[in-house]
């Protein structure tokens, strides 16, 4: 019925069915084409495929947080717990941001996507750090350093 694919970004063992890709995609592409045909003067000098990009990164690290510290109850998993909420926080901040263009105010988002990517790091390095405990550790991981990533490509394409 629907095959397994590999999705960019994702380690091999974290595959996406086709259906999810497509539907994926599709979305991906309305809300570039909304973003482009928004008139604003910060946003024509934007790359709207890395600011794309870079709300999807923080959707998956928002959601992967969230359910990363839902479920560090563990003696000695405070820090991971509290590290994951914030970086959820922060990931879905981020997000709704790049989402009102028209307030945009550059050095803002600049400064924010750095820390963002930030928290990020230092959050994908405490899951990983317990990714023998159990792979939602890996996961959330690899979430927060694919969003820091995307979160500096973003920034480095402001600064152009």
């Known amino acids: ?11 091999e063992n974290d595959s996406l069915e086709a259906a999810d ?8 592409m309305m809300m570039t084409d909304m973003m482009s045909s928004m008139s604003s003067p910060v946003m024509e000098t934007m790359d709207m495929e890395k600011m794309q990009a870079c ?9 992967a947080c969230t359910m990363c510290a839902d479920s ?3 003696e000695d998993m405070g820090r991971c717990a509290s590290m994951c ?9 981020m997000m709704r941001m790049m989402m009102r263009p ?5 050095e803002s988002m600049m400064a924010m996507l750095e820390a963002c ?3 990020m790091r230092a959050c994908g390095e405490e899951c990983t750090s317990h990714e023998g405990m159990h792979d939602q550790y890996r996961m959330c991981g690899n979430a927060c350093m694919a969003a820091a990533e995307a979160c500096d490509a973003m920034r480095m394409s402001m600064t152009a």
């Open 1 to 11: 019925m629907f095959r397994n694919v590999q999705v960019s970004g994702l380690p």
């Open 21 to 28: 890709v497509d539907e994926g995609e599709n979305r991906r």
């Open 55 to 63: 709300m999807d990164a923080c959707m998956a690290c928002e959601q």
């Open 72 to 74: 560090s109850t563990g």
């Open 85 to 93: 909420a914030t970086t959820a926080d922060m990931s879905m901040a």
């Open 102 to 106: 028209m307030g945009m105010h550059r």
């Open 117 to 119: 990517a930030m928290m």
